[in-house]
């Protein structure tokens, strides 16, 4: 019985601690999602927390400084506008994007500071509905028609 | 055409599988002559799932736009291999595949265990009929692949698109889409044959004996494929999605995972019913878990409930799946709780350090993990519906909760094998024990002085020494005992002693992969180094021992697609000895390039490089340079624990046979001369 006993008392010891660690652990890791609008309507609880924004790139709102790495865009629902600050080369298709001045769907995470900017650690783009379909590629390779030239043969164009 | 002959034979296997489910059941109820007929059943099902595949693979070979399904997936640039994957590349393909697996499943079950096992069969055909059944009714309903373009697209009557837009680019993007899938739903579909012996156990009620006998082969097959098929899966992404990780917690990987963690739990506890005859009703649970958990899985990557990389799939499937998991969690609760007499067994403990308190550690760590993914999974998804929030669960809280109870198992994959049975002699506990203990401390020592300062990531390689040595001296031990009594080489005896027991050397070696997964993940996910560098032409880095110099940018045409493509000079500090072109992939029907990265696999490190941007007069590129420490060390442990497995029933049929003509499963282990050396397990 002392065995069964040992062995008893192990098991809802290890169960407890890892239903602690577990719930407790979860709490901790939420990341939640916001468009601005939310995000505006927090008031003070918005500064400071981590989250994940996602909303529209403005077109023509992006600036990126290439020597500094330093990207600043605003990202737009149709209740907020937040402007957005991250470091870091963005993706390919957010900069062809930009090139267009077309709007993009994003979603960056970080916090809102203090100075009412959104520190991002992280850009993603994000498809959206109300991003246009594509249009077979005609727009696209105008972005890197010039680099064909340098292959020769494989250029198709 | 092809519709027609689809809708026939899409239409005929759900008629078979139904009319043969009522025949399988009414051979259990006192009926016995129908028994064969339910087995013809299942063989004409497998015929006409057989067909149906095969007129959706020529569908798409023959770029046939007169089916919904090819219109959806095809096109007539892509490459030949990547249209016959796209067989399994949407909804409505995949679950086809699914139905044909299953189909293919039943049949050898059924075929193989024809003269065996007469209480059992009937309702495991039953069972296999009402599964098959459910999935043609997807198949003949809500996600019929061979509906007509015109009916499904809206156009005017027998009209046909002249092209389709292709897999989704990053499906095709990568050879490994041929093989990953395929892996995994053998591993999955096949995780429904255990399942129906387990309902077949509790119909009969015959619930210890031969349905534990039947089930581990049944299981180990399915649990090979799932884990080759996850470990794939794994490195597709590593080679596709351009992070440079290989597991991100993604919903879609955890549908993947957690019935592999059930399964695992099973394929050891069910040793324990085998050899002790208790946990009757855990093993029951385990298996019912399993299987609610690969139709769970299916319901969050086939439903569109998900917006991830994987779930590229809507539909309306998502009720008729949830209709489904609530059945069979109501049905076989129910009997569970119908057959709770039968079911109670005695706990079987005769001493803490034994192999028993093991395998029951070895559980209740599998369950917890699965606790742990699933809550961080369905979380999510419950505080949407409920609270209407979006929320996501972070790979933090996955980290934080998996590693310990990781090096747990890690631990237990060494210790477990070297306890014996019922209780061990202290003499022998501390021979097994010494020297893999001293290996351990001493190695601990050597990795401090070394530099491993991360504290889980040293007790991991610490557990794993431990685990490895105590592995190696329960091969060494019989095999050196051998040598002594036959005068055999080492080599010899150490193959003699393996091959006469394959299913316990076997399992050790899954254990050996699983030790190397375990530190190849802990080692790469440490010491990984990242940096993103702008470069210009000619312009080169030195980052973490590696230079990398831009040589040049260029754009070029491929059928399917455009790219842009950057040639790096890549090399240690001594110049450069490679060249390595990561990519960006234009698809016509992709808003976004698809990026391709380049790895240069080394046993020590990988190099890792994507291009993430580039300057659209080719006047410079910007490059992520990622060094992976030890990450082709996964893939290896993965290929081992695969090996390994077979290894452990590639004398399955035979060692069954063996324990039918024995009088009493006692005769096999009649020899425990030195505790842990025999057994079977």
Known sequence: MNKKLTLAIGVVVVLVVFGYFAFGGLGRSLVYFWTPTELLAEGEAAYGTSIRLGGMVIPGSVAWNGETQELRFRLADEGGIIEVESAGVPPQMFLEAAARQEPIGAVVEGTLGRNGIFRATNLMVRHSEEYRAPQHGEDRQEYYRDLFKEQGAESGT | ???????????????????????????????????????????????????????????????????????????????????????????????????????????????????????????????????????????????????????????????????????NPLLQNHPFMGLHPPLLYLGYVGLTVPFAFGIAALLSGKVSGDWIRAVRLWTMAPWIFLTAGIVSGAWWSYEVLGWGGYWAWDPVENASFLPWLTATAFLHSIMVQERRQTLKMWNILLVIATFLLTLFGTFLTRSGILASVHAFVEGLIGPFFLGFITLVLIVSLALVAWRSDELKSEPALDAIASRETAFLFNNLLLVAFTFTVLLGTVYPLVAEAIRGVKVSVGAPYFNRMSVPIALGLVLLAGIGPALPWRRGSPDLLAKKFLWPTVAALLSGVVFWVFGARNFLTWLTLVFSVLAVALLIGEFWRPARARREAHGEGLGRALLAVVSKNRRRYGGYVVHFGIVIIAVGIALSSTYRREREFTLGIGEAATFAGYTVRLDSLYAGREPQRDFVEAAFSVGGDGGFSDTMRPRLNYYPTSQQPIGTPRVRTRPDADLYLSLMAYDRTGASATVNIIVNPMVVWIWIGGAIAALGALLAISNAGSGADRSRRAAAPSVRRAKPAEAGVGGDD
Do not use: C, E, K
Not at chain 2, 42 to 48: E, P, Q, S, T
Not at chain 2, 52 to 57: C, D, G, H, K, N
């Open chain 2, 1 to 167: 055409m092809i519709s027609s002959l689809g809708y026939l034979a899409v239409g005929g296997a759900l008629l078979l599988s139904v009319v043969g489910a009522v025949a399988a059941f009414a051979a259990m109820g006192g009926r016995p002559q129908l028994a064969p007929w339910a087995r013809r059943a299942v063989y004409g099902v497998f015929a006409l799932a057989t067909l149906a595949i095969l007129l959706m693979a020529v569908a798409l070979v023959a770029h046939d736009f007169s089916v919904s399904y090819v219109a959806q997936v095809g096109s007539r640039s892509t490459p030949l291999f990547y249209t016959v994957i796209s067989l399994w590349s949407s909804l409505d393909g995949s679950i086809l595949f699914w139905g044909w697996i299953l189909a293919g499943y039943s049949a050898a079950v059924v075929y193989i265990h024809r003269d065996r096992y007469q209480d059992l069969m009937p309702a495991v055909t039953g069972t296999l009929l009402i599964v098959s059944a459910f999935f043609w009714l997807l198949l003949a309903w809500p996600a019929n692949p061979f509906v007509p373009t015109w009916q499904a697209f809206g156009l005017a009557p027998g009209q046909v698109p002249a092209d389709g837009p292709g897999p």
